[in-house]
């Protein structure tokens, strides 16, 4: 395949049962639904000459407090062997600082993101992998017990 064509891989991706959040350019984001609200999911399907799926995957610094920085990717890293196993290649890392929308010197929570993607050749590829990270647990939980 030469180039995919975001209208098409849309189109393909709601075929499959998936929702889209937004697009933007010729990558589409899907959504999660958290009880009626429609929500990010971390997840995107790129289309163009290039076409991939990316995925982040995440844990909090509120799972597990007494965790360096460190150890939360590790984790994260860790939970994530699936999607390596699967063609997956980690993109990047990025500590985040998750703030409150009415004071923004407050940080709520600290995020430890770990980015992946795969390649993909065709329409069904993407859709295949789509479906398979929406899935796939990317939200970590760090054990308390630890």
């Given amino acids: 395949m030469s180039q995919m064509d975001v209208k098409q891989l849309r ?67 860790d939970r994530a062997a699936a999607l390596r196993a699967a063609g997956y290649d980690e993109l990047g890392h990025e500590r985040r600082e998750i703030r ?10 600290v995020w430890f993101e770990v980015s992946f993607a795969r390649a993909v050749e065709s329409l069904d590829e993407a859709t295949a992998e789509a479906l398979r990270v929406i899935a796939f647990e990317r939200y970590v939980v760090a054990s308390r017990q630890s």
């Fill in 11 to 77: 189109k393909a991706l709601e075929s499959a049962g998936l929702e889209v959040f937004r697009v933007r350019g010729d990558e589409i984001h899907l959504a999660v639904r958290q009880n009626v609200q429609m929500m990010e999911a971390r997840v995107q399907v790129r289309a163009g000459a290039s076409p991939r799926v990316m995925v982040a995957t995440w844990s909090q610094r509120s799972d597990a407090p007494q965790w360096s920085d460190d150890q939360l990717f590790a984790l994260v890293r």
């Fill in 100 to 109: 409150s929308v009415s004071d923004e010197s407050q940080v709520l929570d």
